[in-house]
């Protein structure tokens, strides 16, 4: 099985792309992020992580045109790719047998 | 403050809008990849614009930077890698094509390699020879230990404004010193003598002994092959020899314990050590040390001179600063001494302590700076080291000029392989590098060719510089590298131009091949060179002409005396009361002109000298420093000196044993110009008086490089050499005979003697060095500017023939056209002249300021230097030019 595997942050930001309603660029990605997730998140990171997921297939993007409120800087919009949405489709796959496989009640005797 | 900066913004922005911190800003515009910059740039802005809105400004401005400072990631610089399969610099296809082209084109054009290579290679050659003179010239006496340490005393004794130095002092001043000052951490003192050196049969006379204190080996770091540098010399009648010397006279036996008999009296030392030769870059060179404890000097003195002292400081001791607390010590012993041995008032007496100066010669600056006359052996001269090395330098640049020139201009030629190459895909990187490359491997031949050139020159160089350089120095590692780094210096620094000259061009340009007219050519750059070389070339040839002129005016000088067929024989002490009747037996031989009894002859390196002065009406006037020479009745007339005033010693005035005969420098410094100085009295040491009987014309008893000294003649009776005027054709037969006359008076010791112009002409010893070097290295440079000529004037000639062909069908002579091509050099040639002139002139009055006896330099040199030039450059370039007028037009319009 030929497979790119993805980090955890890696898969929440593809996960937040794909959520996303508008058009998803670099400041609305790390904004939805901190929401989501709660902790504080540099947006270098984020945007490494774009880039990268970008390298690998999962996203593609392309320039939008210019706005004033960016210094007439164009934006980047990502949109999650067929292969990026087969790597989340494969992983909830996953999850979900795994989560399966959990002995009913299990996990409750372990949380307590 | 947002608003104050608005008029500075880019139009594009909105007049709410806020400004991020400009360096961070900056810093991630350099940093960040082009391809990721602008989407990245406008996020943050983005962010900075709301958080500024959100928490003001300021908090803004620090949070936009610390975002900037994440971004500092490898991930974000690296550049975005490009679409077209990247050209590499190094690929080693490329390289194997350039060499392959480059060895095709040295094939092409075997006169135009030739002549790079052969300039190139001589260039190096001379450029590292003298680099390696240089070298050595500068690491004298680094071989002891503590050699940055050691000090030499000097005196300086001033005198009617002349200040004298001596490289010595006296027998008390080392230990002196060192009782007196703490920094001092050894003295050690070091006699010169020659002197018969006997072991059972085998007896010679060796010139280079040395009375040596015990502990002078071991302060100068000399290794012992047998015995202890400890207690080598520390017993009186010891002595310390080479193992040349030992093989000399021990051959196989081992000299340890044995003894040797030395002097005239005999006296047995004993042999306490055997040290190997010492190293060539000493100042001194003895063949054995002999103690100096052999001497019990019972009361050692201040104000005499004689012993080379040698002094070892403390590792944080200023010898500036010792040399400021000398006075003390020329007050306390100097004084006294001169006090009571001139018989003079203690006030008097006082001045010695301005007059009288010790100061402190580093052991290392002795070879290059130390020019007195009683040198241990003659010294080099930093003066001569700046010349070479700027010579050297010239010649490198030399070398490098004609290559940039005769690389440029053929370089022209390959205008449409260049581009060929561009229209291939070359960029401008491949074409520069390619031309580098060739001619890097053209100055790694020249380096090839230039280990030949030094191989075959070594010798010479060797005999001339009196060095003992191998070629397996040029071979070690150091210098390799020194010499491989040069050439590629060379080569880069000679490639540089052609490689940019030729890459500049657009690919049109190239392809057409008008790069060839002469319009194209980079005219002043070939111009520049040219007077540039010949401009060294005439200022080398003015200096040799009077470097040339000074050694032959020094050689063949009126001395004041008759040096021709004058022999001096140095050992007649050996004969101690028989020295006259030696002399009278040698006059009767039919050969022998004049015989004359004394010690001193021109040209003698050993001096006496004392300070007098002169007894007028009034009292006594300023003292004087003067030479003495010992002489008897017929030493003027051996010497064939002339007599101004006065008389000479004569044997029917018994009086004139405390006569004296002066010379005109002797009564010029002691104020007597004017008067008549025969019967005037000269008073001197102990309160001697002399009365003048004659005054005799100066002659040069030294060289003439120093001024005539003043100088007294005495009748002395103790000779201890004996002067022969000869006149004969047949000197080996004499000497014969000569042999003959001493084995009868002294059958045990071997006869010395030495022609006195040979001796003459031994004194300018490192001037000839200089001389033959400078020739050389003068010529060798004009080759080189001239083979640069040579070549570039066939190419220049060469791109003409069309237009000389066209000139002669039209009905031009062979001597116009060769005029006219000569014209435009000669016009150059001129120029470097006019320019060379003026440097010429100042740099060689700059060098004979050196002598006190020099020539003019007239202006025919200046004349002859130019005509030179100029008859090189025609040689060179009319020999093409007739070549070219020559042909046949036919030939010349035929082509195409």
């Not at chain 2, 150091?478 to 780094?485: D, G, I, P, T």
């Not at chain 2, 009077?546 to 009126?558: D, E, F, W």
């Not at chain 2, 083979?787 to 062909?805: D, H, M, N, W, Y």
């Not at chain 2, 040199?861 to 130019?866: C, P």
Request: charged residues 20%.
């Amino acid at each position: 099985m030929k497979r790119t595997f993805l980090g955890e942050f890696e898969e929440i930001v593809l996960l937040v792309v794909a959520g996303c309603a508008e058009d998803a660029y670099g400041v609305v990605i790390w904004e939805q992020l901190q929401q989501q997730t709660g902790r504080s998140i540099t947006i270098s990171a984020v945007h490494a992580t774009l880039y990268r997921l970008e390298e690998k297939g999962f996203l593609s993007s392309q320039m939008g045109g210019a706005t004033a409120e960016r210094g007439g800087r164009r934006k980047r919009f990502f949109t999650v790719t067929a292969l990026g949405s087969r790597a989340l489709q494969e992983i909830q796959v996953l999850r979900d047998q795994l989560w399966k496989a959990i002995p009913q009640g299990k996990l409750q005797l372990i949380g307590q | 403050m947002a608003t104050q900066k608005e008029k500075f913004e880019p139009q594009n922005r909105l007049n709410d809008s806020f400004e991020p911190p400009r360096w961070p800003a900056r810093l991630l515009d350099w940093f960040v990849a082009p391809h990721l910059r602008e989407d990245l740039q406008g996020d943050l802005y983005e962010i900075f614009q709301k958080r500024a809105e959100q928490v003001g400004i300021a908090r803004a401005k620090w949070e936009y930077t610390w975002a900037v400072l994440h971004y500092l990631t490898p991930y974000f610089f690296k550049r975005k890698p490009n679409k077209y399969p990247k050209r590499f610099l190094l690929s080693p296809d490329m390289l194997r094509n350039y060499v392959k082209i480059a060895l095709r084109n040295l094939a092409a054009n075997k006169a135009f390699a030739a002549i790079n290579i052969v300039g190139l290679a001589v260039g190096l050659a001379c450029f590292m020879l003298i680099a390696v003179f240089v070298y050595d010239e500068l690491h004298y006496d680094t071989h002891a230990a503590n050699a940055r340490n050691i000090y030499r005393v000097q005196l300086l004794v001033t005198g009617n404004g002349d200040v004298a130095v001596y490289p010595h002092a006296d027998a008390a001043v080392g230990e002196g010193m060192k009782a007196a000052f703490p920094e001092i951490k050894a003295s050690s003192r070091l006699l010169s003598v020659s002197d018969f050196v006997k072991f059972e049969d085998k007896q010679f006379k060796e010139e280079h002994l040395a009375f040596a204190d015990a502990n002078l080996l071991s302060l100068f770091s000399v290794p012992f092959l047998e015995g202890s540098v400890k207690e080598a010399l520390t017993a009186p009648n010891t002595i310390v020899v080479t193992s040349d010397l030992a093989k000399k006279y021990f051959g196989k036996q081992n000299p340890l314990g044995k003894s040797l008999a030395i002097g005239t009296q005999k006296t047995p030392y004993k042999v306490t050590g055997v040290i190997d030769k010492l190293p060539d870059n000493s100042h001194f060179h003895f063949d054995a040390f002999l103690s100096l404890s052999t001497f019990k000097i019972p009361h050692p003195t201040w104000s005499n001179v004689g012993y080379y002292t040698y002094l070892e400081l403390k590792d944080n001791a200023d010898a500036r600063k010792l040399e400021a607390k000398f006075p003390q010590l020329v007050a306390k012993y100097v004084v006294p001494e001169v006090q009571q041995d001139m018989g003079i008032s203690l006030a008097e007496a006082q001045k010695s302590v301005d007059t009288f100066r010790f100061k402190l010669q580093p052991l290392t600056d002795i070879h290059l700076h130390s020019h007195t006359k009683y040198e241990l052996e003659s010294n080099g001269d930093v003066q001569y080291v700046y010349i070479f090395s700027i010579l050297a330098f010239f010649i490198l640049l030399l070398a490098c000029a004609n290559f940039t020139n005769l690389s440029t201009a053929y370089a022209a030629r390959r205008s449409r392989e260049v581009g060929i190459r561009k229209v291939m895909g070359s960029i401008k990187k491949h074409i520069v590098f390619q031309f580098l490359i060739e001619s890097v491997l053209l100055t790694f031949f020249a380096m090839l060719l230039a280990y030949a050139v030094i191989w075959g020159l070594l010798p010479f160089f060797n005999q001339v510089t009196d060095k003992h350089t191998t070629f397996a120095f040029f071979l070690s590692a150091r210098m390799l590298f020194v010499l491989c780094s040069v050439s590629l210096f060379a080569g880069i620094l000679a490639g540089i131009y052609p490689a940019f000259f030729l890459s500049s061009f657009t690919i049109l340009t190239n392809l057409k091949g008008t790069l060839l007219s002469p319009k194209m050519q980079k005219k002043s750059l070939h111009n520049g060179l040219i007077v540039f070389q010949f401009f060294i070339s005439t200022v080398l040839i003015i200096s040799t002409i009077v470097v040339n002129r000074q050694l032959n005016y020094m050689q063949n000088k009126k001395l004041g005396y008759d040096k021709d067929q004058l022999l001096f024989l140095p050992d007649t002490r050996a004969l101690a009361q028989n020295q006259v009747a030696f002399q009278q037996q040698l006059l009767q031989h039919k050969n022998v002109i004049s015989a004359s009894v004394s010690r001193n002859v021109p040209t003698n390196k050993t001096i006496v000298g004392t300070q007098v002065f002169p007894k007028n009406d009034t009292g006594n006037g300023t003292e004087i420093h003067t030479d003495i020479f010992n002489v008897d009745y017929d030493y003027i007339r051996t010497l064939s000196l002339t007599m101004l005033q006065g008389r000479n010693f004569s044997k029917e005035f018994a009086t004139d044993s405390s006569g004296v005969i002066i010379n005109e420098a002797a009564v010029k410094e002691l104020g007597w110009n004017g008067t008549n100085p025969v019967g005037k009295t000269i008073v001197g040491s102990g309160q001697v008086e002399w009365k003048v009987i004659g005054v005799v014309k100066d002659f040069n008893y030294t060289s003439v490089k120093q001024k005539i000294a003043p100088l007294m003649l005495t009748l002395g009776n103790n000779g201890g050499g004996l002067v022969l005027k000869i006149k004969t054709n047949e000197v080996p037969s004499f000497l014969a005979d000569l042999r003959k006359q001493w084995q009868a008076f002294t059958p045990d010791i071997p006869l010395q003697y030495h022609f006195v112009d040979e001796k003459y002409a031994s004194l300018y010893v490192t001037e000839q060095r200089t001389q033959q070097l400078f020739t050389v290295f003068s010529l060798l440079a004009v080759i080189i500017a001239g083979l640069g000529l040579f070549a570039l004037s066939a190419f220049v000639i060469e791109q003409r023939t069309k237009e000389i062909g066209v000139r002669k069908v039209m009905g031009a002579s062979v001597v116009g056209i060769v005029a006219l091509l000569s014209k435009d050099f000669l016009k150059l040639i001129l120029v470097a002249i006019v320019m060379a002139s003026p440097i010429g002139w100042y740099a060689m009055t700059h060098w004979l300021e050196n002598f006190a006896y020099r020539i003019e330099i007239q202006w025919w040199v200046f004349a002859l230097s130019g005509f030179l030039a100029v008859a090189i450059a025609l040689l060179t370039v009319s020999f093409q030019a007739i070549k070219a007028a020559l042909m046949n037009p036919v030939k010349s319009l035929r082509a195409e």
